[in-house]
C-alpha cells in the first residue's frame, strides 16, 4: 500500500521539490492510513480486538485512535527498507575515476548536440537542464552515459559516475525526449545515450550493449528494432 501511494504521489510535480524523507514519511503515512479500515476489518473478524468498555464513540475517532496505533511502527519500517536507497538519493554517489586519456578526449571532442559537461571539464555550451537532472550531485555533470529503474528510484549513470535519485524511471525518459536528447529505451528499465555507445555484443540467447565507460546494458528482443533505427 505504502508503494502504491509513493507512485500515485510522483504523478504530482510540487511532490518532488520536498526532501527525500518528506516523500518517504508522507507516502508511508498515507499507506498506513489506506490500512487502517482494513487492519480493523480484519482484527473483527479475527477477534483480535475485543473492547472491554462499550461506550459509544463516533467512527472517526476509532479511526484515528487506530491510525496513531499503527503509523510510528509502519512509517519507521517504511523508512527503513528504504534506507540503503535513501543514502544513495540523498547524494552518496561514485565515482568512476577517469583514466587521464578518456578525460582529454572527451575535452576536445564534447559529446552530443545538447550541451553537456564531457569529463572533468565543462563543454562551452550550456549543461543539460532537466528536473531529475538537478537532483544529481554536481560532481557528476550531466553527461549522461545511461539510466536504470530500481523500483521508485532511478540510477543514472554519467561518464564521472553514477548516483540513485528518487525519481521515477519513465518520467526521467519523457523529459529527455521532450529537449531531444540523443538516446534509446533497450530496456523495460534501461536507457542509454546514444553518443556513449560503443558496440553491441551478444552472449549465448541476450544481447547487450557496451558503452565507452565499460557499462554494460542489456537489450530486451522488444527493443531491438528501436536500437537498430539508432546504430
Known amino acids: 500500500m505504502m508503494q502504491v ?24 503515512l498515507l499507506g498506513a492510513a489506506l ?24 467512527w472517526y475517532l476509532e479511526y484515528l485512535e487506530e491510525l496513531a496505533f499503527v503509523s510510528p511502527p509502519a512509517v519507521t519500517t517504511w523508512l527503513g527498507l528504504n534506507a540503503i536507497r535513501l543514502k544513495g538519493a540523498l547524494g552518496m554517489f561514485q565515482d568512476r575515476s577517469l583514466p587521464v586519456t578518456n578525460t582529454n578526449q572527451t575535452s576536445t571532442q564534447p559529446r552530443g548536440s545538447t550541451g553537456v559537461n564531457t569529463g572533468s571539464q565543462e563543454s562551452k555550451t550550456e549543461p543539460l537542464k532537466l528536473p531529475f537532472v538537478d537532483l544529481l ?45 540523443p538516446g534509446v529505451q533497450v530496456h523495460r528499465s534501461h536507457w542509454v545515450a546514444q553518443d ?22 542489456p537489450v530486451s528482443r522488444r527493443r531491438k528494432n528501436d536500437l537498430s533505427q539508432v546504430l
Request: net charge positive; charged share 15%; proline share 8%.
Open 196 to 217: 556513449h555507445i560503443l558496440q553491441k555484443k551478444r552472449l549465448k540467447s541476450s544481447s547487450f550493449l557496451q558503452t565507452d565507460t565499460g557499462l554494460k546494458i
Open 5 to 28: 501511494m509513493q507512485l500515485g504521489l510522483q504523478k504530482l510535480s510540487p511532490f518532488f521539490k520536498w526532501p527525500v524523507f518528506v516523500q518517504l514519511a508522507l507516502s508511508g
Open 35 to 58: 490500512f487502517v479500515p482494513i487492519g480493523t476489518w480484519l482484527d473483527g473478524i479475527l477477534g483480535l480486538d475485543e473492547p472491554t468498555v462499550t461506550l459509544p464513540r463516533s
Open 137 to 181: 550531485p554536481p560532481p557528476l555533470g550531466t553527461d549522461l552515459v545511461a539510466l536504470s529503474a530500481e523500483l521508485h528510484y532511478t540510477r543514472v549513470y554519467t561518464f564521472a559516475g553514477q548516483a540513485l535519485i528518487f525519481y521515477p524511471f519513465g518520467r526521467a525518459i519523457e523529459e529527455l525526449k521532450e529537449v531531444g536528447y
